[in-house]
Each structure stands twice: as C-alpha cells, then as structure tokens.
C-alpha cells in the first residue's frame, strides 16, 4: 500500500504506518527543518517542501512518477474555520484542510486519515465536524472519527487526538485499548542520564524497562541529548516542585511566577506524561532539575531512538512536539490495513 503524507512535519504520523508496512512514498510540509528531518529518517520515502496552500494535486504528479496513492494521511492545520449559522464558510483559514479534500478528491485513494485537535469535534456545536463527514461522505467515503489517547497504545503519554478515517468500501472501526497497564515516565526516562551526552555517544547505561528495550530498537547511541542550562532561580525554583507536582506546591510568593497555569509542572514518574509542548519550558523532567531533553521528549512521543532530529533545539522541540505519537500511528495502521 502506497501512502502520501500532507503536512508530514518530521513524520511521526509516517513513521507509525511504515511501522505497520506501509509504503509511505511522499511526504509534505512547508517548513524546511521538518523535511530535513523527514527525508533523514524515512529512507525510502522523499519529503518535498512545498506551501500546501499553493500547490494543487496536479502540481507534484510529476513527482510520483505515476506510482498510485491508496492512503493520504495527514494533519492539516486548522487555524479556525469560519462559521456562519449552521455552516463552514469556505475562506482562507480553512484552506489548507480544503486542500486535503483536494487531494483525496483528486487520487480517491482506498482510504484516508486525518488527524486533529480533539475540540475539532466540538466547534461551533459540532458544525465542523459535520462538514468534514459531509465533505468526505461526498466523495464517496464512509467516514468515521474518534478520539483516541495515545497510553492506550502503548505511548507514555496521555495525548488525545481526533482522528477521521474514510474507507471507500467498508466501515472502520477504531483499535481497541492495547495495553493492560499504562507505560510511565520513569519506565520511558530513567535511562536516561542527567547532563548532556554528544550526539553519537554510546548510552551510558542498559536499558532498564520493555519500554527502554523496545525504544532502543537496536540502536546502540545516543542524539539530542544536550540539556537546557537553567538560570540559577529557575533551578531554585523547580528544585522545590516533587516528582508530579506543579506551582501549587511552591510558597506562596513564588506560585504566580509564571502566569500559565502549567507553569512549573513536573511529570510524575509513574504515570504517562501528560502532552508535552513544543518548547515552552514549562514542563520539567520527574526527578532533574531541568526541561527533558529532545530525547526525553521524543520518547514521550514514542519515537525510537534511532529516529534523529534536525535542525536547531527549538526546531526540534517543536518537531517533536507537533507529531502524532508513532506507536498510536501504527494502532491506526495495522487496523486500517485489515479494511485495505
Ligand atoms: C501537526 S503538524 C504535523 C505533524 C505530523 N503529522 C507528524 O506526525 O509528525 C502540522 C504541520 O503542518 C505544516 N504546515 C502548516 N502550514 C502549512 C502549509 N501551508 N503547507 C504545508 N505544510 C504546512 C507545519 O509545518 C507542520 O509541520
């Protein structure tokens, strides 16, 4: 099966469907950090650069040299969709998932899967949602959705996503739960050392949970492990926060601090993390004084550690934080491929 991702970011969504043996051939995103990033860590697909509000199908079929499309993935980014009564205006902000319809509308492959923010279910009263079913539903799709939590997939983190998934024959039905028990913090984390390690370095100690052992996969060094130097009242200040705690376990005068009510969080080792950001430095590891490592970070996402982030720190924050978890990726995958 031959799959095309729109707006591939670095390829967390990709990563998950070639994990479950799909052929992703192209990938595309307008941000150039995450297509570098994208074409060193999906060999056998090729990210292109290109403004998905610009282009149209047309334009990249000289690119596919006439290899079929029979999955579009993707996540458009939906700034906000203009309402007006009890319908979606076609304007500017809803461009970019019109272009996605475009797409499916243009290669009709067997089946599609986009990705969202989970309030997309509940804008203006379910009015968007309903347009995105009609839409699909119009081309000939049976289009369902749901909104799945990363942890139950295995993940260490409690991220939820909307995902609609249209088939052209047939009507999917989401993965059930995967896992008995939710993999925690400390289980994706705790071999992870401290201070810094150079890109390439050996890890510094075995593997010490599945988890570890399934994230290693094989691989043998270590990249973006360079921590983040805090000044010392930061230091100070999160120092005072437990493993799972938050502002509210700081004195008084130090609680408004920061004026965002996940300032100070720390994750707890033993529960999944809750979402990570994209680099905002509110969030701190369960037991270092510091924000975890692009590592550390892409383990929350259940990247393994062979996949490898470009680009400068905050792209790469950003990258990892912008994916949908791999393992949730390969979830939908393997189930969509028993429809395919
Ligand atoms: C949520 S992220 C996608 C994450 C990706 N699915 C993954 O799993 O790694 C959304 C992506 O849309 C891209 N994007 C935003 N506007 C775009 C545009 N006009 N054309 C192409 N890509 C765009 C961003 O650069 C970003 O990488």
């Known amino acids: 099966m031959n799959a095309l991702d729109l707006f591939c970011g670095c390829g967390g969504l990709s990563l998950g469907f070639e994990k479950a043996g799909v052929n992703v051939i192209m990938g595309i995103d307008s941000w150039q950090d995450a297509v570098k990033t994208f074409n060193f860590n999906h060999k056998n697909s090729k990210g292109i650069c290109r403004d998905l509000s610009k282009i149209t199908p047309e334009d990249i079929d000289n690119e596919l040299h006439g290899q079929t499309i029979d999955i579009i993935i993707g996540g458009p980014p939906c700034q906000g969709f203009s309402i007006a009564g009890k319908r979606v205006i076609d304007d500017d902000r809803n461009k970019l998932y019109k ?40 081309l000939g799709y049976s289009v369902q959705y749901k909104v799945l939590m990363a942890s139950d997939y295995g993940t260490p983190q409690n991220r939820r996503r909307a995902i609609f998934v249209g088939l052209q024959k047939g009507k999917f039905e989401f993965p059930e739960k995967m896992v008995e028990k939710y993999t925690t913090s400390f289980e994706a984390l705790s071999d992870l050392p401290e201070n810094s390690v150079e890109d390439g370095d050996e890890y510094p100690t075995k593997p010490l949970s599945d988890y ?27 120092s005072m926060v437990p493993d799972g705690g938050n502002y509210k ?4 005068e130090l609680q408004n601090t920061r004026r965002v009510h996940i300032a100070w969080t720390r994750l707890n080792s033993q529960k999944p993390s809750f979402t990570i950001d994209t680099g905002h430095r509110h969030h701190f590891h369960y037991k270092f004084n510091r924000i975890p490592t692009v590592r550390e970070s892409a383990r929350i ?22 994916a949908v978890p791999p393992l949730l990726a390969q979830a939908i995958a393997v189930k969509l491929l028993k429809y395919l």
Not at 212 to 238: D, F, M, P, W
């Open 249 to 252: 376990d700081l004195p008084k």
């Open 212 to 238: 570890q052992k399934l994230i290693r996969s094989g691989c043998h060094k270590l990249y973006n492990h360079q921590v983040t130097e805090h000044n010392a009242k930061t230091v100070e200040i999160i």
């Open 301 to 322: 996402q259940s990247f393994p550690d062979e996949f490898i982030f470009l680009g400068t720190k905050t792209s790469q924050y950003k990258q990892v934080g912008n």
């Open 99 to 138: 272009n996605f319809v475009k797409f499916v509308a243009y290669y009709k492959p067997k089946a599609f899967v986009l990705e969202n923010v989970p309030n997309i279910l509940s804008i203006g009263n379910g009015i968007v949602k309903d347009s995105i079913i009609k839409d699909f539903s119009d």
